[in-house]
């Protein structure tokens, strides 16, 4: 069994995909850090000096609080159960900006890999010196004229 469980480690494609994962998992991470760090600030200032992370519905109904201005560190501190809606929209942006990242670069590699050319045909068919009519390779006699061809064998 342990046997087994190595020649399946080992082979190309587990390993493949194993340095995939891990390689994925760290361009993530850099992808949420560019939407939560550098693109989200600005987006939030544009808005009005909001900020997503923040944005909360609650469902319950504290006294003596604006909800308009509930933020999620407030709401965590009261103990009030919300639904965090601005985590989910930066969520939606981090997955939107590397689903597309990802079809770019798979985009530019299926470029840089250039389809190999079909090597030409080999021909099935040759004209009859004769009566210039297209007669298959192989035939000895042109079945148009009946003048004798050159043979395949040659």
Do not use: W, Y
């Not at 201005?69 to 942006?93: C, H, Q, R």
């Amino acid at each position: 069994m342990l046997k087994e469980f190595k020649e399946f480690v080992m082979r190309g494609n587990v390993l493949d995909l194993a340095v995939a994962v891990i390689i994925g998992a760290a361009f993530g991470k850099i992808v949420s850090s560019l939407v939560g760090d550098v693109l989200m600030p600005p987006i939030g200032r544009i808005i009005g000096k909001l900020d997503f992370s923040s944005i909360v519905i609650p469902l319950a109904r504290p006294e003596g609080v604006d909800i308009t201005k509930l933020t999620l560190k407030a709401a965590t501190d009261m103990g009030l159960p919300v639904i965090k809606v601005g985590l989910f929209l930066n969520n939606v942006i981090d997955f939107v900006i590397v689903a597309f990242v990802i079809f770019l670069v798979i985009k530019l590699v299926n470029r840089m890999q250039r389809k190999k050319a079909a090597p030409p045909a080999e021909p099935t068919t040759k004209e009859c010196p004769f009566c210039l009519s297209v007669v298959s390779l192989k035939a000895v006699r042109c079945p148009h004229c009946t003048s004798q061809l050159e043979t395949a064998a040659k």
